[in-house]
C-alpha cells in the first residue's frame, strides 16, 4: 500500500509560480515511478509530467514542458512539481500518482495505480 498527499496548492496570477509537494508512506518509494496529473471541471484527468524511480528520466506534457519540473527524493519520500510561468489554462486540481517499476529509469504516462486527494491550482489573468 501507498498513500500520497498532495501539498502547495494556491491562487497565483498569470505569470506566477508554485511548487506542489507529494509525501509518500511506507519504505518502498524508491520502487516506483512518480507522476503527476491535473484534472480541471468537467474535463478527463490529464498527464502532467513523470519522474522514473531512480531520478535519472523525467517526461512532461507538451503544454508544460519547459515551465514545470518534477523532481524526487527518496530519502525523504518526496515528489515535487515546480511550476513557473503559470497561465490560466493551467487552472486544475492537480495529483500525485505512483507505479511500480521494475526498471529504473523507466517513465509512463499510463498504469499508475496510487493517487492522492489532489490540491487545487487556480491561476487568475
Known amino acids: 500500500q501507498v498513500q500520497l498527499v498532495e501539498s502547495g496548492g494556491g491562487l497565483v496570477q498569470t505569470g506566477g509560480s508554485l511548487r506542489l509537494s507529494c509525501a509518500a508512506s511506507g519504505r518502498t518509494f524508491s520502487s516506483f515511478a512518480m507522476g503527476w496529473f491535473r484534472q480541471a471541471p468537467g474535463k478527463e484527468r490529464e498527464f502532467v509530467g513523470t519522474?522514473?524511480?531512480?531520478?535519472?528520466?523525467?517526461l512532461y506534457a507538451e503544454s508544460v514542458k519547459g515551465r514545470f519540473t518534477i523532481s524526487r527524493d527518496n530519502a525523504k519520500n518526496t515528489v515535487t512539481l515546480q511550476m513557473k510561468s503559470l497561465k490560466p489554462e493551467d487552472t486544475a486540481v492537480y495529483y500525485c500518482?505512483?507505479?511500480?517499476?521494475?526498471?529504473?529509469?523507466?517513465?509512463?504516462?499510463?498504469?499508475?495505480?496510487?493517487w492522492g486527494q489532489g490540491t487545487q491550482v487556480t491561476v487568475s489573468s
Open positions: 519522474i522514473s524511480r531512480s531520478g535519472d528520466s523525467t
Open positions: 500518482a505512483a507505479k511500480r517499476s521494475l526498471v529504473g529509469s523507466s517513465v509512463y504516462r499510463v498504469g499508475y495505480e496510487y
